[in-house]
């Protein structure tokens, strides 16, 4: 369970985050609208531990993680994994090693079991084939698939937090990652992993997401499920989410 408790977050002098409160079970599927620098990314940090709030809390299952040290960060960040915006992928590396490095890194499993899982989690995203590419050489939608495999590498986290995955992608492929994200996140609450996607692409939210956020000013100015997203009488709001009206 996450909980943000009236959470304010600012980069020196300029407000990002301006009073969030929400909570939000494991495994639910959450979309995070909002417009470019509205603090989308700046969320999925805060829930990580990787930027801390100036005032409020935040809860990662019970444990008020504003507080925590950076030791004990590394055990609550195990809950999830994160998808990076643009994939982040290591240039120098191939794809096999991109996806065995946190395997080598923080698992202490034999040369030959991180080969095997590699070649699992490939498979698992489709791309075995391009095990022995560079970054450079791949599509924009391999490299996401790519960088999804690498998040699941070392962990099966509770929560897959995915920031703009589909963004710089054509239709059909984005089309084709939001399949696997749902992948990822199939069965029935509560026996499933949940996810929260950070995006701007709306008709690709409403394809994996149940519940959705819309950020703006630093605040949520919206939290509801399509049905009620839908419906909002918020003009902004409205013309956000045009392409789904
Ligand atoms: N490391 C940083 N130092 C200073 N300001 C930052 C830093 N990171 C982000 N910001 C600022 O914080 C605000 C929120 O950034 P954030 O990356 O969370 O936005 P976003 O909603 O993810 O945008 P986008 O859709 O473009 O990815 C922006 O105004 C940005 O300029
Ligand atoms: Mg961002």
């Known amino acids: 369970m996450i ?3 009236d959470v304010h977050f600012g980069f020196n002098s300029k407000k990002v985050i301006d009073g969030i409160s929400f909570e939000a079970a494991f495994y639910e599927k959450i979309a995070v609208l909002g417009g470019s620098g509205e603090g989308k990314t700046t969320l999925l940090k805060l829930i990580l531990g990787l930027l801390r709030p100036d005032r409020g809390r935040i809860l990662i299952d019970g444990r008020d ?3 925590l040290k950076e030791s004990e960060l590394v055990e609550v960040r195990k809950n999830f994994s994160i998808v990076f915006q643009e994939g982040a992928l290591f240039d120098s ?13 923080f698992t202490s499993l034999s040369e030959e079991e991180i080969q095997q899982r590699v070649r ?16 450079e050489e791949l599509s924009g939608g391999m490299q996401r698939r790519v960088a999804i495999a690498r998040s699941l590498a070392a962990c099966e986290p509770k929560m897959i937090l995915y920031d703009e995955p589909t963004t710089g992608l054509d239709p059909l492929t984005a089309d084709t990652i939001c399949g696997l994200i749902n992948e990822l996140s199939s069965g029935d609450p509560p026996n499933r992993r949940g996810l929260i996607i950070v995006t701007h692409k709306v008709t690709d939210a409403t394809k994996v ?17 399509l049905q009620a997203l839908r419906a909002t009488q918020d003009e902004e709001l409205k013309r956000f989410i045009n392409e789904i009206l």
């Open 3 to 5: 909980v943000f408790e």
């Open 93 to 105: 590396m191939t794809v096999k090693d991109n996806v065995a490095f946190c395997l080598r890194e």
């Open 209 to 225: 997401a149940e519940r959705f956020m819309y950020l703006r000013n630093g605040r949520i100015a919206f939290d509801g499920d």
């Open 65 to 67: 993680i504003t507080t």
């Open 120 to 135: 699992e989690l490939l498979r698992r995203v489709g791309i075995e084939e391009a095990e022995d590419l560079m970054p």
